[in-house]
């Protein structure tokens, strides 16, 4: 692994934008870039990557997702990291490309090297480059959940909530079970449509107990199963990943709720 | 018993929509969870003990036949009898057997999930035995003829007003002005009843937590104290237990008595660990004349062999299905079998065959707190993962489903026509979304809008305004 040092000046990134981010939130996308280049790295998008594959996987579509893998791998392979901002997805580049070849000699050595080049954006940026802080501001009270992939797969878990802590104006509370599901799982949020209703009906409710202005989450899944959630329900509290946040780019949030909460002087 | 695995999602449904048992689950998250919380933080070594108790279960599996040999020859040595069961169906003709031979009338039960998998009670019914379980909780199941909701707290979904409405509907002969309201009378008035049963019980069956080749002797764990009723008081005691209880000595089930109540309700040990082998020798003051060791495989040995053999770890602590949303969210009835939650997810298929069993490993939205939390360190969304590739291989998977996934991949692999066509789609998504009148024309998936928005795209692909930035720097 690169120093430092060494990382400030050299480190090539091939950003992993996923599908969803692609799709439905290019702002996060543009964001991550923003922050890798800031932590001094040289970013890099392939235009020959699409999905990561995991909603084939996760169907027992094994032979898809292995065609997509090989692809992601031959476009990724030569830079010196791989980064995406989602932990689901990284945690399908960093440990299920390698057991999708566990069978296969060559393929599995490919796979193998690749993955050691593999981070969540998060803890990409505090783990190898050593960034501490970023030079952000925003002005509301706000929450974090831990999405599966990324905390119980990669260990991301105090990461964002470090650098969240930089970030000037920003009062990170804790929800009562940040790291409980919210029901989103991919095409479970479809298929299973009422069980994952009940689940993400739960982590609404812990966050409206809090009375946040925004929620910022890792994983873009997540976060688009919470929002809709929240709106069908009429509520106002805002949404955003969390490299919106740390790059200055999450837009306004309205922080009405504030000004209700401000004592009498 | 039969399965209804089939039927999960209707009674999954069915649930979400019973305020009742909704009210019941919410004991899953505010007492299991955080009681094993509680007791892991205490114990340090918790961890590392959890690592050797995989390694200990690991390696009984992996010499099952020596461990079983050996076992059999300390039964036989302490007078035990020892009978080997290659199905459900054998290992219930056998019990019966033994029932009948000891002239039994009534047999009494403490616990045993393996007695639920094999439809013993029934079995036993239908043989003419009165059967009586003497576990509160499978007690009320019994009088309310329900099977577990739970492998550990099989009556879990049940709320204590249910439980006092049916035992003044049973319990007839007690006076119908008495006070059964709190916790302490209900369990006095059930300790009434069972007190008798116990007495004049002619058999009695109980599980096992661990088999120990070593001794010989059978582990049980209650926190009511009455299997040790069942199998000292009768005449006869019958030990019902699937091969993979097994572990080498005495020392390997207490390594594992240490993690197992831990992980499953959180206490430091259970209120009663008992070893038992063998009948009552001459200087012993009670226990039964008689023992009996039914060894049942009923798919085991298959299992060992199959891409699954990391199940037969499980020490049924329950803890995957405290810790599994979907399970708290539907309870344990709507997985239709024996075994529900995560741990059901994976085993059910292997028994009841994954045509019946398929919903189960897909209703997972692998969140992964069931690996988090297993003591034994079984892979279970890998498990169910494997399963899901069985059914895709078998074509079980609906049509809508993999020609959906079938056009995704189309387009994935090649990212050219893939950029191109959602750079159309994506902004015309956005149009049409925007304008409420329009957007119910969108074709989007009903099991995600019937109870959330759709999220509407920003407007323009990621990669497109990559391009335009990078076209921007370059003229720069």
Redesign the interface.
């Known amino acids: 692994m690169l120093n430092p040092a060494q990382t400030k000046s050299t480190a090539s990134v091939g950003l992993f ?1 996923t ?1 969803l ?10 964001s991550a ?1 923003r922050l890798l280049e800031d932590a001094g790295c040289t970013v890099d ?1 392939p ?5 990561c ?1 995991q ?8 032979d ?1 997702a292995r ?2 893998a090989r ?1 992601t791998i031959q476009s990724f392979e030569n830079y010196d990291y791989v980064v995406a901002p989602s932990g689901s997805c990284a945690g399908m580049l960093k440990l299920h490309y390698p ?1 999708l070849f566990a069978d296969d000699p060559v393929w599995s050595k490919r796979a193998q090297a690749f993955s050691e080049k593999v981070f969540e954006l998060v803890s990409f940026l505090t783990d190898v480059c050593n960034v501490r802080s970023v030079d952000a501001k925003l002005d509301c009270r706000a929450t974090y959940h831990d999405a ?2 990324g905390l ?2 990669l260990g991301v878990r105090d990461q964002p909530r470090h650098l969240l802590a930089s970030v000037k104006g920003l009062e990170l509370l804790e929800l009562k079970e940040p790291n ?2 919210c ?18 009906e ?1 982590k609404a409710a812990d966050i409206l107990s809090l009375d946040v202005d925004l929620l910022i989450g890792g994983d873009v899944g997540c976060l ?2 919470i ?3 929240l ?2 329900q009429g509520q106002t509290t805002q949404v955003r990943h969390v490299a919106e946040v740390l790059a200055g780019q999450a837009g306004r949030i309205s922080t009405r709720r504030a000004h209700n909460r401000e004592k009498p002087a | 018993m039969k399965p209804l695995s089939h039927k999960f ?1 209707e009674n ?2 069915k649930a ?1 929509d019973n305020p009742t048992l909704q009210t019941a689950l919410k004991n899953v998250p505010e007492g299991f969870v955080a009681k094993r919380a509680k007791a892991r933080s205490k114990l340090p070594e918790f961890d590392a003990l959890t690592e050797q108790a995989q390694q200990i279960k690991s390696h009984a599996l992996a010499y099952l036949d020596l461990y079983l040999e050996a076992y059999e020859k300390q039964v036989k040595a302490s007078g035990g009898h020892v009978h080997w069961a290659g199905s459900g169906t054998d290992a219930c003709n056998i019990i019966s057997g033994i029932c009948r031979d000891a002239g039994a009338r009534l047999v009494a039960k403490s616990k045993s999930m393996v007695t639920e998998e094999i439809a013993l009670n029934a079995h036993l019914e239908a043989s003419g035995f009165e059967v009586i379980e003497t576990d509160l909780g499978e007690y009320l199941i019994q009088i309310r003829g329900e099977v577990p909701s739970h492998i550990i707290g099989p009556a879990i979904h049940l709320t204590k007003e249910q439980i006092v409405d049916d035992f003044r509907r049973i319990h007839v002969d007690l006076p119908t002005d008495r006070v059964l309201d709190e916790p302490e009378s209900i369990v006095n008035e059930a300790r009434l009843i069972l007190r008798d049963k116990f007495l004049n019980a002619d058999v009695g069956i109980t599980g096992a937590n661990f088999l120990v080749a070593e001794t010989g002797a059978a582990v049980i764990v209650t926190n009511e104290g009455n299997a040790d009723l069942v199998q000292t008081l009768p005449e006869v005691h019958i030990v019902v237990a699937t091969i993979e209880k097994i572990v080498p000595t005495t020392e390997d089930a207490t390594t594992i008595l240490r993690v197992l109540a831990r992980s499953a309700t959180g206490q430091e040990i259970s209120t009663y660990t008992t070893f038992t082998s063998g009948p009552r020798r001459e200087s012993d003051p009670d226990g039964p004349r008689e023992t009996h060791v039914i060894l049942i495989d009923n798919g085991r040995t298959e299992l060992l062999a199959s891409e699954f053999h990391e199940v037969l770890r499980c020490i049924r602590c329950g803890a995957c299905m405290n810790h599994c ?2 399970y708290q ?2 309870g344990g009835h709507a997985y239709g079998w024996t075994y529900p939650g995560p741990i059901g997810a994976v085993l059910t298929p292997s028994h009841v065959g994954i045509r019946e069993g398929y919903h189960l490993p ?8 069931c ?2 939390v297993c003591p034994m360190g079984i892979p279970l969304p ?1 498990l169910m ?1 494997r399963w ?6 078998e074509g079980l ?1 609906s049509l809508r ?2 020609l959906a ?2 056009t ?2 189309w ?3 090649r ?1 050219r026509a ?2 191109f066509a ?1 750079s159309i789609f ?1 902004p015309v998504f956005r149009m049409v979304g925007r304008r409420e009148r329009l957007a119910r024309f969108l074709p989007l ?4 809008v ?6 509407l ?2 407007g ?8 335009r ?1 990078r076209a921007g720097e370059v003229q720069q």
């Open positions: 934008a599908c981010v692609d799709l439905i939130r290019p702002n996060v996308g543009l870039a998008v235009s020959r990557q699409s999905c594959g909603p084939a996987y996760n169907m027992g579509e094994a898809g065609e997509l692809m057991a599966c992939a119980r797969e409980s599901c029901g989103f799982g991919g095409t479970f949020s479809v298929n299973y449509g009422d069980i994952s209703n009940a689940i993400v739960k688009m199963n929002e809709g959630k709106r069908r | 999602r999954a449904g979400l949303p979907v969210s539907v897909h209703a997972s939205s692998f969140c992964g707190a690996e988090e890998a993962r899901r590739n069985r059914a895709y291989g998977t489903q993999r996934m079938k995704w991949l387009f994935a692999k990212p893939y950029h959602t994506i998936p009903k099991g995600w019937r109870h959330r928005a759709f999220p795209p920003e323009s692909t990621f990669q497109r305004q990559w391009k930035r």
